[in-house]
């Protein structure tokens, strides 16, 4: 074997140890979810990434429609259990549902930057693999709560902040976005802050998490025409609602349609599964399933209270 050979092979053999023992950090990878098919969309030098296929049990003949979940947790940590019993009850309705992961400081030691590219990978390869996935290229819903609301905002808003080695032939926008109390305003608006004080001073400063100016990556402050139509669930007494409201009032302004459903007294991540004996997991669900229904995607009457309450039994 020659001498360039060799140091190939070394520099291949390093990588895929590397990877190797960056997947070991990663619990995500090791994650299981009945009646899901995991795919790794992704290999990056922190690690593989996988997405979590929920595929409804009857198969049609028509392509379906998708929806791609982002957890939520800073950009720092988080799994994409969070989203597990969503993808359950809209694969029964029908749609394919995705639960994806994504780089995190805690776990790859990257910033929201990644998350990002990660998250547009995401919904690239879905779309790349329309056939196999049995969906509509056409109908592809980018979802997700907190961070990773951000992370579903900012695939359909914010341009660049790819990886390299992608095919940006393949769009990586969605059609649609279903958003659980995002942040998708992180630089200053109206003369008010996104943040409240101690959270912008957290871990480093905003910037510093993001890897980048936060106005780079502020969804609110990119806002164009076109975009795709959008819901969003929020908590009257939650810190990033200001600054949703002001996305709201952009995407109007813009011409674009986004619903803004406003939970009375409630907080930061009122909308998850085993929360408040499920009330809000079940209203927030059920209007996805009613926005669903208005842009074409789903079809007949979806009762998440009834499926939930067959689900317990």
């Known amino acids: 074997m020659s001498k360039f050979a060799i140091t190939g092979y070394c520099c291949l053999l390093m990588l895929v140890t590397s990877t190797v023992q ?24 922190e690690g593989s990434l996988k997405l979590h296929i929920f595929e409804p049990e009857v198969r049609t003949e028509e392509p379906r ?35 994806a992961d994504y780089r995190v400081s805690s776990r790859q030691g990257t ?55 992608q095919n940006l032939v393949i769009s990586s926008k969605p059609n ?29 400063g905003l910037e510093f998490r993001m890897g980048t100016k936060p106005i780079n990556l502020s969804p609110g402050h990119h806002v164009v025409s076109d975009l795709p139509p959008t819901i969003m669930f929020f908590g009257t007494e939650d810190f990033l609602l200001d600054g949703s409201k002001y996305f709201h009032q952009q995407m109007l302004k813009a011409g674009n349609r986004c619903d803004l459903e406003l939970y009375d007294g409630q907080s930061h991540g009122f909308f998850n ?16 399933d009613d926005f669903l229904q208005s842009i074409g995607y789903l079809d007949g009457f979806g009762n998440v209270a009834a499926w939930h309450a067959d689900r317990q039994r």
Request: glycine share 8%; with cysteine.
């Open 111 to 165: 910033k929201a930057d990644a998350s990002v590219a990660d998250a547009k990978s995401a919904i690239r390869w879905v779309r790349e693999n329309y056939k196999t996935l049995h969906i509509d290229e056409d109908r592809v819903v980018a979802a997700g709560g907190s961070a990773g609301g951000h992370l579903a905002a900012c695939t359909a808003i914010i341009d660049g902040f790819e990886s390299d080695q």
């Open 176 to 204: 649609a976005m279903v958003l659980f109390n995002p942040a998708v305003t992180l630089a200053p608006f109206n003369s008010q802050q996104p943040l409240p004080k101690e959270k912008l001073e957290q871990d480093g």
């Open 65 to 99: 429609p998708v929806i791609v979940f982002f957890y939520g947790g800073a950009w720092k940590a988080g799994s994409p259990k969070q989203f597990e019993e969503h993808c359950h009850y809209l694969a029964s309705r029908g749609m394919v549902a995705i639960t």
């Open 22 to 45: 960056a997947d070991k950090k990663n619990p995500n990878n090791d994650l299981r979810f009945d009646g899901a098919q995991a795919k790794t969309f992704k290999v990056t030098e």
């Open 273 to 288: 599964y085993g929360k408040s004996e499920n009330k809000y997991f079940i209203e927030t669900l059920q209007a996805t």
